[in-house]
Antibody
Framework: QVQLVQSGSELKKPGASVKVSCKAS????????VNWVRQAPGQGLEWMGW?????????YAPGFTGRRLVFSLDTSASTAFLQINSLKAEDTAVYYC?????????????WGKGTTVTVSS | SYVLTQPPSVSVAPGKTAKITCGGN??????VHWYQQKPGQAPVLVIY???DRPSGIPERFSGSNSGNTATLTITRVETGDEADYYC???????????FGGGTKLTVL
């Protein structure tokens, strides 16, 4: 069946980097863009940006521009990655990947279970 | 950037109808989607294109969009419907995705 499997929880120190993976199965990976969504503890959903899986082109949301955030792909492994550099305490959150609908490209029809990233000294 | 406004909470008795609103400037000209998120779980799409239901979503869930308000309606509410609900759209002016702040549905 169609699913997105994310990597496990991470505990990192401030200033470190983390790379979260999102492995797709059950569909043609390059037909659907992948969104990344952040949810800080007790907060709502926040769109971080997306990556087009056919071209590898990323788009970062206004609040997530800058070089700390990197979206990437390994299309041979049907996997999308989110890397966050120079981690800060406020990066502590659950990070979700989500498949973008192919036809319209304007909603997310399949979500990963989320990866918890905790940043603490 | 476009802003979506949701009430923080809605309460409803079992068996009754819940309406969760999502306000935005002239939102009827845009296409709104809704997600349900139960505690400790990932969001699930419940309504897309204002009013369409993905397979597996009960007919009790419906959506509408008019004027400055989109609405998610849940009829014959069950305790299992307790969750946070988020509206979302893609702002065509800047191609950014926007979420509402979320509404916590409590079934009394």
């Amino acid at each position: 069946q169609v699913q997105l499997v994310q990597s496990g929880s991470e505990l990192k120190k401030p200033g470190a980097s983390v790379k979260v993976s999102c492995k797709a199965s059950g569909y043609t990976f390059t037909r659907h863009a992948v969104n990344w969504v952040r949810q800080a503890p007790g907060q709502g959903l926040e769109w971080m940006g997306w990556i087009k899986t056919d071209t590898g082109n990323p788009k970062y949301a206004p609040g997530f521009t800058g070089r700390r955030l990197v979206f990437s792909l390994d299309t041979s492994a049907s996997t999308a990655f989110l890397q966050i550099n120079s981690l800060k305490a406020e990066d502590t959150a659950v990070y979700y990947c989500a498949r973008v609908d192919y036809g319209s490209g304007i909603f997310m029809d399949v979500w990963g279970k989320g990866t918890t990233v905790t940043v603490s000294s | 950037s476009y802003v979506l406004t949701q009430p923080p909470s809605v309460s409803v008795a079992p068996g009754k109808t819940a309406k969760i609103t999502c306000g935005g400037n002239n939102i009827e000209t845009k296409t709104v989607h809704w997600y349900q998120q139960k505690p400790g779980q990932a969001p699930v799409l419940v309504i897309y294109f204002d009013r369409d239901r993905p397979s597996g979503i009960p007919e009790r869930f419906s959506g509408s969009n008019s004027g400055n308000t989109a609405t998610l309606t849940i009829t014959r509410v069950e305790t299992g419907d307790e969750a946070d609900y988020y509206c979302q759209l893609l702002d065509s002016s800047d191609h950014n995705w926007v979420f509402g702040g979320g509404t916590k549905l409590t079934v009394l």
